[in-house]
């Protein structure tokens, strides 16, 4: 079993910045893909980007491409998200997610197994 806690959400305005947390803890994290998903009110949940299992490669949603930067410490059990150039756009609800394998599959929920229970994300005009 593998719980992902994530931290680090909150109010800020257009511009900012925010740097989310997912503390894993449970077997298996090092060996397996880590990503970011998100959901704004009325949408469906999307892909945001993901980290093979060494950090070697990421991959980014086209909407926040050059904006955001993935990055995970296996010493420490933990993958986080660098928010910079936030827009009102970005406001949702921020998951972190586990991989069925150590590299990227796909940007479909059902690429992934384990969810954390999110942290909000509110970027005001």
């Known amino acids: 079993q593998v719980q992902l806690v994530e931290s680090g959400g909150g109010l800020v305005q257009a511009g900012g910045s925010l740097r989310l947390s997912c503390a894993a803890s449970?077997?298996?994290?090092?060996?397996?893909?880590m990503a970011w998903f998100r959901q704004a009110p009325g949408k469906e949940r999307e892909f945001v980007a993901a980290?093979?299992?060494?950090?070697?490669?990421?991959v980014y949603s086209d909407s926040v491409k050059g904006r955001f930067a993935i990055s995970r410490d296996n010493v420490k059990n933990t993958v986080y998200l660098q928010m910079n150039g936030l827009e009102p756009e970005d406001t949702a609800v921020y998951y972190c997610?586990?991989?069925?394998?150590?590299?990227?599959?796909?940007?479909?929920?059902?690429?992934?197994?384990?969810w954390g229970q999110g942290t909000q994300v509110t970027v005001s005009s």
């Open positions: 980290i093979t299992w060494n950090g070697g490669s990421s």
């Open positions: 449970g077997r298996a994290f090092s060996g397996y893909c």
């Open positions: 997610t586990r991989g069925k394998g150590g590299y990227y599959r796909g940007s479909s929920q059902d690429d992934f197994d384990y």
